[in-house]
Structure formats: C-alpha cells, structure tokens
C-alpha cells in the first residue's frame, strides 16, 4: 500500500529528479564494492592472525636435515619455556607449501627442501627468533628461525589502513549521496512552489509536505538502490566465480559468506534511509523560512 501512495505534488512532472535513480544506482554500486572489499580484507587479516601469529617456523637445511638432526632439535624446542607445541612438518606439506610460490614443475624437479618444524609459542611468550636460532644451529648448524610476527605485523598494518580507507570512501559515497538529494529536493521545492503554497492555504502542515518529498526520495532512491546492489552483486559474482582456480598464496579470498552477503543490504538500505531523511530536513529547513 505503502508503494501506491498517491502524492498531492506532481512530481512525475519533475525532470529535475529524472538522474536521481542513476546517481544513487552509482553511488550504491560503488558503496557496497568498497563494503565488499573491507569485509574481503577483514577476513584475510583474521586468517593471517589465526594461522601465524603466535608460531615461528624452524628451518634445517637440506643437506644436514635427517631424522636426528629433526629430534634433537625437537628436544631442544620441547625444553624452551614459551613454546607449548613442536610439530616436524611432513616432507608432502613442505612441498605443498612452495607450490603456490614456484610451481608444481619447479619443486618436482628435484630442488633441495629443508626439513620445517613448526613451532607454536605460548601467548604471552616474547622470544627472540635470533638467540633462538644461535642455540639452535650450535647443536644443528644451519637451522634458522623465521618469526611471523616481523613480518606479519607490517602485512596486517597495511590490511588495516587499507580497510580503513574503504571505509572513508563508503562515508564520502554517502556525503556525495546527500548532496544529490539535498539538490534534487531544493529544486523540487522551486519546480512546485506555486502548489506548495496553495497547500499551505488548504491548511497542510510543513510535516505534510516534507512526507511528500520523504516519499519521493524514497521511491527515487530504492529504484536506484536495487539496481546498484543487483550490479554490484553481479561483479562479486563474476570476481568468485574467477577466482575459484587461483590458489596464490596469502591471496585475499573473493568469496563473502552468508552472513557478509546480507550485511551488504546495509549499504542500499542505508542509502534508502539517508536519502528519506534528508529529503526530509531539506524540506523542513526551506519551509521553516519561509513568511
């Protein structure tokens, strides 16, 4: 019923809302690829903090590396206070590990892998990677300590400030958004000023009136907002279904789940809302000036 609302304003006679629909269509297409891509990046950062923070990998080179060197090593590590797992890495997932970077071709064709040990640390264990590797290679020379957190640190500063500007340009997408409305609505407001004050002679209120241009911008605005939302929907589409084959390593997924998918209705939603409420206090303001 709401949809069918008839409205005292000939507003179908407009042409100054006309481009309104298509602004908001952009505008609501670009919000939720920006959307998208921070919830994208999000997920990324949660899986790097899950899966290396807090572990350091042991490298034993290939030439020393046999199933001495790997025990004594896992002694040593055992005994180390702050580490709470050690786990020898199979010689199939080492190698499935280089895949991603060199190719399948590359690691088959006989290139020498050193033997990995996993090593998990207790969550408040601050151990230096390099004493530990001096200790470490004085029983087995050669064995060298990556630790995550050096690097990864500098990967998850980047993912946030790249989800942080996602976010300002979602926010300057809804600035620009109000403008086009707050626009749209003033010229509304010059195109049926000869109406607008035969209402007010009838006895309509302010609030009548700004209802009238509330509804409008709302129908103006979810015409729009469904078309972007079913662009943008398309192109997240296409971008998984292309990258089902990729498997790079630390590439970001470019699938969203259930729950991300609908939280993308925010962005339309909120365009709908922004869009009513400014129409609102435009109208409202305009009105409130004049004698």
């Known amino acids: 019923m709401m949809l069918r609302r008839r409205t005292d304003l000939p507003f179908e006679r407009d042409q100054s809302t006309r481009f309104l629909p298509w602004i908001v269509a952009l505008m609501v297409f670009l919000g939720a690829l920006m959307f998208a891509g921070a919830l994208v990046v999000s997920d990324t950062i949660d899986s790097w903090n899950s899966t290396l923070t807090g572990r350091m990998t042991v490298q034993v080179p290939h030439d020393v590396a046999g199933d001495a060197a790997t025990g004594t090593l896992v002694t040593l590590l055992g005994a180390t206070p702050g580490i709470t797992g ?15 970077w060199l190719g399948e071709e590359v690691v088959d064709s006989g290139l020498p892998i050193p033997a990995l040990i996993d090593v998990e640390l207790a969550a408040d264990a601050r151990i230096d990677a390099n004493l530990l590797a001096t200790r470490l290679s004085q029983s087995v020379p050669g064995t060298t300590v990556d630790d995550h957190r050096a690097w990864l640190s500098a990967l998850i500063n980047l993912g946030r400030t790249v989800e942080i500007l996602a976010f300002v340009i979602l926010g300057l997408i809804a600035a620009a958004a109000i403008v086009a409305v ?11 000023a000869a109406i607008i004050e035969l209402l007010h002679q009838m006895g309509a209120h302010d609030t009548y009136i700004a209802g009238q241009f509330q509804f409008q911008a709302m129908m103006l605005t979810l015409r729009g ?25 630390f590439l970001p ?39």
Do not use: K, N
């Open 86 to 100: 050690v786990r020898p890495v199979p010689a199939s997932e080492a190698r499935a590990l280089l895949i991603p």
């Open 182 to 192: 707050i626009f749209t609505t003033r010229s509304g407001l010059a195109v049926h």
């Open 225 to 249: 907002g469904i078309a972007g939302a079913a662009a943008a929907a398309l192109v997240l589409l296409v971008f998984a279904w292309v990258g089902q084959g990729i498997d790079a390593a």
């Open 253 to 291: 997924p470019v699938t969203l789940t259930i729950t991300e998918w609908l939280a993308l209705m925010i962005v339309p939603a909120g365009a709908v809302a922004i869009a009513m409420l400014t129409a609102r206090l435009t109208v409202l303001r305009a009105l409130a000036r004049l004698p």
